[in-house]
């Protein structure tokens, strides 16, 4: 690491069933964030997706999947960890210009 980088910590998600239901479950320091995948459920997504943009205050973060398997549910759940952590670091970057994080 180059002097002044700044480390960047990983938060650990995982894909659950419960009953038939499919989740990416991201265990945060406030409580586990769950986002539905077998289900449309927008406001849930917002709410996890919120949950993520105030953990942001705290400092930059990327969210790492663990066990990632074959099965479709684990493959899609791959994707869409790599796009989320995108749009994490963009909105990160965003908080930063506007001065609502800490350098």
Known sequence: MESGEKSMETIKAIVVQVEEKHFIKIEAEHGEIRIPMSEDK??????????LIARLKDGEFQIKIEEVGEELF???????ITQLNREIR??????ERYGLVAD
Not at 90 to 95: A, G, K, L, P, R
Request: charge should be negative.
């Open 90 to 95: 963009e909105v990160h970057d965003e908080m």
């Open 74 to 80: 684990s493959q899609v759940a791959r994707e869409y």
């Open 42 to 51: 927008p406001n849930e997504v917002k709410s996890a997706f919120n949950k």
